[in-house]
């Protein structure tokens, strides 16, 4: 395929519109080769990218390389980073030595790719992580955070033969049609990104049957394995003896995020990150959309005094019980405004939210085909325990009968899907 001269002129949204129709299917784990076969056609580029930290889990990837990205750039480091989905603007996942990837830049490595491709099947997942591996192999940097896009083991971001390490995070429940239906299935398969010699870190766990699969699975790879273990002090929390900051991003979560992140930068070999390095970057760490406070916006303009507006993309089990925990310190009322993907399970994200909730407002997620409707949320919240629950247009809509009964000043959550989010933000920001 040769592009047109006419193409360079192109947004790079349009490319991105045209690169989604080669193939209907958003994840077909069965063109493995396919990818493979692209990648070699573009000489391979993930083979000359900076040393790689690879990062596989359900929850807490995106902010666990927030903190890793902090310190290593408190520390000097040039720092590429690759994460999905973005919230707002596709450059959003590109970030190339410190920077976000430039909309000439990002247009440039597309339309490579494209013309690479020939039509061949490939999900836009595949060919843009090949765009992404093109754009960090061609900008110097010292390391590349590298988030997974789905499961681990046949994940487009696994063609990486020797990360610096490879990092777990939390695990849940977690695209069970193409991971399983059991942790120890969905385990197994996020434990593919270890390989022999790299140290495997993991996370904090919530069943043993997690762990103990992901230790047999690094055994398995002769992945020497590090677990991680923090406790919470009064000033902060503290990791191997070593006294460390509260991180700077909220929730009672964020403490094992942030460990994992440390005891990552601290198994690897090719850098020194000092510790004070570490605690400059737990204080600097930004993660969009994970309990983030709305500080103005036209949402923000509506609401009376006292009130909170805060935002998470949370949308499973998991996310729900750390939401839960940060819920549950607040002596306020807690109003909630959701929306999420039909192929999400709601009622398992809500019901460990639902004994801190007042009244919760359903919306459909503006754009997005597999949205559930507003009224469909408002069914599988008052299943999950939520008594007030009913469906609204939009989240304006939703706000305003949030605020029809006699005011109090209440925290505000708008939540259930990272698209959502990035809707929010883009009206809010």
Sequence with gaps: MTVRIEDKALPSHVILKR????YAVSIDLRLRDVYRQLLQKLGNPHLNVPPVIH?????????????????????????????????????????????????????DVLLECERANDGAPVTLFEITTAAAFLAFSRTEADVLL??????GRLDATNVIEQPLAS????????HREFLG???????????????????????????PIIVQTLHDKAADMGAPVTDCRYQVSDNGFVVNGISFPK?????????????TAIAALKKQTRFNITD???????????????????????????????????????????????????????????????GMLSTKHPREFLAPLAPYISALAGIPIPGEEKSLTGQAMAKAARE???????????????????????????RILITGSLYLAGQILNKNT
């Design 167 to 174: 990092i777990i995070t939390r695990i849940s429940y977690d």
């Design 384 to 410: 999950a325990g939520i008594k007030t629950a009913q469906g609204a247009e939009n989240a304006e809509t939703a706000l305003i009968w949030l605020l029809s009964s006699p005011p109090r000043p209440a």
């Design 55 to 107: 990062v596989a889990g359900t929850n807490g990837k995106g902010s666990t390389i927030a903190f890793m990205r902090a310190m290593c750039e408190a520390a000097g480091l040039r720092v590429h980073v690759y994460t999905s989905p973005h919230l707002v603007h596709f450059h959003e996942r590109i970030r190339l030595a410190g920077e976000l990837i430039s909309e000439e830049h990002l247009c």
């Design 276 to 338: 004070d390095a570490m605690h400059t970057g737990l204080q600097n760490a930004e993660w969009p959309a994970r309990l983030q406070q709305l500080s103005k916006g036209p949402l923000v303009d509506m609401l009376p005094p006292g009130y909170e507006l805060w935002l998470d993309g949370g949308h499973n089990d998991s996310a729900g019980e750390a939401l839960a925990q940060w819920a549950r310190e607040e002596q306020r009322p807690m109003l909630v405004i959701a």
């Design 247 to 259: 991180p700077n991003l909220m929730g009672e979560h964020q403490y094992a995020n942030a460990a």
């Design 19 to 22: 690169l989604t129709n080669y």
């Design 146 to 151: 590298l988030e997974v896009g789905l499961g």
């Design 181 to 207: 239906d059991t942790l120890q299935a969905i385990s197994a398969e996020k434990a593919g990104i270890f390989k022999k010699n790299a140290p495997a870190i993991i996370a904090p766990q919530s069943s």
